[in-house]
């Protein structure tokens, strides 16, 4: 049998970036922290870093299959994922769908 040269679905399955935590405690020295900038339970800046790099990274990875026309991708959010800071952050870095996705030949 042969092997098909196109790529019809990639899965990707990644921790969420780095969170602030979801409250505080009565004597925690950095509650009013400017540290945790977007808030408690929000990305942090590393957190920020990390997603928008995981979405660079499989930009470069696929960059080939893809043309840069958002309609030619499909993302699903499936509800293992809650966090939509990260979720907003990582597909910052696709394109948005409104199509099925296009079958592209490998090596074109």
């Known amino acids: 049998t042969s092997v098909p040269h196109y790529l019809d679905l990639v ?5 969420h970036g780095d969170r ?3 409250r505080s405690f009565p004597t925690d020295r950095n509650r009013n922290s400017k540290f945790w900038i977007l808030g408690y339970g929000e990305l942090t800046h590393r957190g920020i870093r990390t997603m928008r790099n995981v979405g ?8 080939t299959y893809l043309t840069g026309d958002p309609k030619e991708t ?4 499936q509800p293992l994922s809650q966090d939509a800071s990260t979720a907003h952050q990582f597909c ?9 996705p296009r079958q592209v030949a490998l090596g074109e």
């Open 56 to 63: 660079k990274y499989l930009k470069e990875r696929y960059k």
């Open 92 to 100: 910052s870095m696709n394109s948005t769908p409104s199509k099925p």
């Open 74 to 77: 499909k993302r699903q959010k």
């Open 20 to 22: 602030a935590p979801l």
């Open 11 to 15: 899965i990707g399955i990644f921790r």
